[in-house]
């Protein structure tokens, strides 16, 4: 059975406190950045549907409510893009990868090669 990306995160961040081996923080942290992009791209395509039938006007409220507001030169599908990800920002979720990334720096783990650094 396949977890949802919300419950999967949740689960890694869970277990990354306890965990101090660098090769599993690292497994952890890339298994949660995969599941962040599907949780992102999940809430995207959702707030898509949910805001296609609302008049600019309506989207422009939503997005500022949401701490997104729809900047002079947007366009539209970069102002539903950005309230996705604001969506997406305050969700557990995203909160729990945050912790799973910091207990990793905390470790020196990171998902970027030292090496291209």
């Excluded at 999967?8 to 961040?13: N, P, Q, R």
């Excluded at 952890?28 to 995207?44: F, Q, T």
């Excluded at 549907?49 to 997005?63: K, N, Q």
């Excluded at 997406?88 to 783990?109: I, K």
Aim: charged share 20%; hydrophobic share 45%.
């Amino acid at each position: 059975m396949t977890m949802n990306p919300t419950a999967l995160l949740l689960d890694l961040a869970a277990q990354a406190q306890s965990v101090t081996d660098l090769g599993t923080l690292h497994g952890l942290l890339s298994k949660g950045h995969r599941a962040w992009c599907e949780g992102v791209a999940d809430v995207r395509a959702s707030v898509e549907r949910e805001t296609t039938s609302l008049s600019d006007a309506l989207l422009a409220e939503r997005c500022t409510a949401a701490g997104a507001p729809w900047e002079e030169g947007t366009t539209r599908s970069e102002a539903v893009s950005a309230l996705g990800f604001a969506t997406w920002e305050a969700s557990p979720a995203a909160m729990a990868y945050t912790e799973l990334e910091e207990r990793a720096a905390r470790f020196g783990v990171c998902l970027l090669d030292e090496d291209i650094l």
